[in-house]
């Protein structure tokens, strides 16, 4: 594994999630889904804020746009140091296990500032109609694009017991979220360098 490798692999990654999602934002509109199988759908909704939908706004003082703003640099800057992070390690010729992780964070993380820098000032809104792509009027404007996210995994849908405590009758899904490629490409790279974290960093051996 080197460096040459690994953006084969970045720019498969970044193909396939915006294709997808170029996809969804021009045949669906907002929370319209599809069902693929009884536990897998394919669901648009759009993510303003960080993991999980959170937004700065919700946490710190701030509006809205300046939270999303905030969080789009940020992510800018976090791209910038996982790339230095890939290239270093290419360079020391680190283990391919982990080149490889380092590859599909960095292409997950590149894909989802494609859409938070990007999308704002291509596509016009989703709501209750089908987004056109260069949008003569869009919906955002540079640095504040939404995140396009669709895929949805209901692995169990019931309705809790009377008996549980606090959410007793309540509805449950399992899984909930929403996410995209880009998503699963950072959880991949995360899980396979917790797995195997020995063989990505193995320690040097002293002479």
């Not at 380092?102 to 291509?122: H, M, R, T």
């Amino acid at each position: 594994m080197n460096l040459k490798k690994s953006v084969l692999i970045i720019l498969a990654i970044l193909l396939v999630d915006q294709i997808v999602k170029i996809y969804i934002k021009t045949h669906f509109a907002l929370q319209e889904s599809v069902d693929v199988f009884s536990w897998f759908k394919i669901y648009f909704i759009e993510n303003e804020g960080a993991a999980w939908g959170t937004k700065l706004s919700d946490i710190l003082p701030l509006s809205d746009k300046t939270g999303k703003l905030i969080l789009t640099i940020f992510r800018l800057f976090a791209i910038t140091g996982i790339g230095y992070w890939l290239y270093e390690s290419a360079k020391t010729k680190k283990p391919g296990i982990l080149l490889c992780c380092i590859a599909l964070i960095f292409a997950g993380a590149f894909g989802n500032i494609i859409d938070s820098v990007f999308y704002g000032v291509i596509f016009d809104h989703s709501n209750g109609q089908v987004a056109t792509l260069f949008a003569a009027e869009p919906y955002g404007s540079l640095f504040h694009g939404k995140v396009v996210d669709m895929l949805y995994f209901p692995l169990i849908s019931t309705t809790l017991p009377d008996w549980v405590p606090v959410w007793g009758g309540e509805s449950f899904n399992f899984f909930d979220p929403v996410f995209n490629i880009a998503d699963s490409a950072i959880s991949v790279g995360v899980i396979i360098l917790l797995i195997f974290n020995k063989k990505a960093f193995p320690k040097e051996t002293q002479d």
